[in-house]
Nanobody
C-alpha cells in the first residue's frame, strides 16, 4: 500500500505558476507509475501527466509545454510544475500511484486560476 498527500495548490492569476507536490508514504522505487490527474467542477477526472519507474514522462496533449512532472526519489515525492496557468486549468489535482497494478489516490489539491 501507499498513501499519497498532495500540496501546493492555491489561487493564482492567469499566467502565473505553481508547483504541486505529492508525498508518498513509502519509497517510490518499485512504484510502476506515478502521475497527476485533474477534475474540474461537473467534469470527469482527466489524465494530466505521469512518470514511469524508468523515468519516462507522458503528458496529455492539452498540457504539453506548460506542465512538467518530475520526482525526487530521496524525498519520495513527485512534483508537477505548472507554468503559464490558464483559467481552464482550474480543477482539483489528484496524485495517483499504480503499485502492483492497483491504483492509489491522494485527497487532491485545489488549483484556481483567476482571469
Amino acid at each position: 500500500q501507499v498513501q499519497l498527500v498532495e500540496s501546493g495548490g492555491g489561487l493564482v492569476p492567469a499566467g502565473g505558476s505553481l508547483r504541486l507536490s505529492c508525498a508518498a508514504s513509502r519509497s517510490i522505487f518499485g512504484i510502476n507509475t506515478m502521475g497527476w490527474y485533474r477534475q474540474a467542477p461537473g467534469k470527469q477526472r482527466d489524465f494530466v501527466a505521469s512518470i514511469i519507474s524508468g523515468g519516462t514522462t507522458i503528458y496529455a496533449d492539452s498540457v504539453k509545454g506548460r506542465f512538467t512532472i518530475s520526482r525526487d526519489t530521496a524525498k519520495n515525492t513527485v512534483y508537477l510544475q505548472i507554468d503559464n496557468l490558464k483559467p481552464e486549468d482550474t480543477a482539483v489535482y489528484y496524485c495517483n500511484a499504480r503499485l502492483r497494478n492497483i491504483p492509489y489516490w491522494g485527497q487532491g489539491t485545489q488549483v484556481t486560476v483567476s482571469s
